[in-house]
């Protein structure tokens, strides 16, 4: 009897084993990084950005008429720290959740008379921005009655403001 | 038998088997792999943020009367929370929804998971609301566990209800202390009336955030020092203290030029006392007058002017008393204590900053 090429029964079940560990062990270790995943820290960033400018643009109650990032706009404050301490007081408050390290860069822009593009003023930031951040960003338009450079007097404007947020 | 061909080897058979099972073991995984989509983490993140836009950004549901007003022997029929103050206001939370919520009437986790976390799997939670303001700190859940769990931070604006507090100088200046003529020492009973201008209150702020909607949120009216508006009379000469009476409060609404009394009213807090007292009841020196909007909405349906009346008597100190004749709050010969929009006259509705935040797990 020629016993040559042939597949033994313990063989071909030790061999079948092999390949079910194999199988095994690949499916378990894949994950699968959908883009929902990136998409969710992104959410929580872009939520709570978004909050603390709306916050930021509501008046404390009814006899202060304009609220404070409204204020900060008109009077040029916002460079000396205003915007950035309430900014980050807003973003980095916490209850009993965990505390997170959250940075941010920030601008207005506006449109003026006569040119095809809106022009934009750097309000502050924490962080100079590298380029390598993975920032969301957030916007809200508000009011202001300003004289915008290139305006000729002071009249109510819609300005938008622009929040660059990444966490470190 | 020499002929072997068409026979099933044993080899063959083994082999097949081992592959058909093998086939099915990794058909039944595939399903394995799937689960890591919708992976514990990413779904308690999901879950978390549900919350937070329910609690944040949604009045709850009912609505009108909205569900902080019903008591516990109906919080089976609120079927969702929501702490926005109405649909078109999200981030700005009613302080009364944030009490209500965390009332320890609603037991963790049944009454929650199935009115704000929603789901058919069983969650563990916490849920907490800080007022950076005041820095008052409320919270219902479980402790947070060490490793991961499903977070959302919200920011929000709580609404702080509106309330007055007047005292004797407010008196004086308003003519609320009649003492002015020889013949108002001769009344042992006294009317002081407070006016709730409906038409006036919604019409004339219109902002939700800012706007005193008795029908939707409490008043407190507090009266204070009220001994120190009490006056001797000329006779029976007695020397005070008197004893200030609360006889009762009634509550009437006008329609066109005709008041009509629409009910009687209860809830009031007298002295610092924390438990509501009902008239008639000693007075030593202070009265807080709760108008919640269940029952005031009940009563004022229709009627834009609603009066609050307090009915005082006085009488002297001896164990049969005597009416006593004096000077006290009386706005009979003034005009009505009106709760509106000026500063002067009620602390208004302030917004405090505040912090939602659900962890899910």
Known sequence: MNDRGQLYTIEGVAAGLIMLLTAYMIVGATTIYTPGDAHISDMQLEVLGSDALTIMDTPANSTVAESPLRQMIENDSYGGGQFKSMFMNYTNASGYGPVHNIQFSANYSYVVPGQPTPASIAINSSRNLTGGEHAVRVTKWVIVSKQLPGDTNVENRAVLVEVLLWRD | ?361
């Not at chain 2, 779904?43 to 609505?63: F, K, M, Q, S």
């Not at chain 2, 320890?104 to 976390?117: E, G, K, N, W």
């Open chain 2, 1 to 361: 038998m020499s002929d072997e061909t068409g026979n099933l080897s044993l080899d063959f058979l083994v082999g097949f088997t081992v592959f058909l099972l093998a086939f099915i073991w990794v058909a039944a995984m595939v399903s394995g792999i799937m689960v890591n989509l919708q992976s514990s983490h990413i779904d308690y993140d999901a879950v978390a943020y549900r919350t937070g836009v329910i609690l944040v950004e949604d009045p709850g549901w009912p609505a009108s009367p909205s569900w902080e007003l019903y008591p516990d022997s109906q919080k089976y029929e609120i079927s969702r929370f929501g702490l926005a103050v109405s649909k078109d206001t999200p981030g700005l939370l009613s302080q009364d929804k944030i009490n209500r919520f965390f009332c320890t009437s609603f037991v963790y986790p049944d009454d929650y998971q199935s009115r704000v976390i929603f789901g058919d799997y069983s969650y563990r939670f916490n849920i907490s609301v800080t007022d950076l303001t005041s820095g008052r700190q409320q919270s219902v859940g479980d402790v947070l566990p060490n490793d991961e769990y499903g977070y959302i931070r919200r920011l929000a604006k709580i609404k702080i209800d509106s309330n007055a507090t007047i005292g004797p100088s407010y008196y004086i200046a308003h003519s609320y202390n009649n003492t002015g003529t020889p013949s108002d020492f001769n009344v042992t009973q006294h009317q002081f009336s407070i006016l709730i201008n409906g038409t006036k209150l919604l019409g004339d702020q219109t902002n939700p955030a800012y706007q005193i909607d008795p029908n939707i949120e409490p008043i407190m009216i507090n009266l204070t020092n009220l001994n120190s508006t009490l006056f001797p009379g000329v006779y029976p000469p007695v020397t005070p203290p008197a004893r200030i009476n609360l006889t009762g409060i009634k509550v009437y609404v006008q329609h066109g030029n005709t008041l009509s009394l629409a009910n009687t009213w209860n809830t009031l807090y007298i002295d610092g006392s924390s438990t509501a007292s009902a008239p008639p009841h000693r007075v030593l020196d202070n009265i807080s007058l709760m108008i919640d909007p269940y029952n005031f909405s009940i009563m004022s349906a229709g009627y834009s002017n609603v009066y609050f009346n307090l009915s005082f008597n006085l009488t002297d100190s001896s164990i049969t008393p005597i009416a006593y004749k004096g000077s006290f709050l009386n706005n009979t010969l003034s005009s009505p204590f009106d709760y509106n929009y000026n500063g002067a006259n009620v602390t208004q509705p302030q917004l405090d900053d505040a912090v939602v935040e659900v962890a899910v797990w």
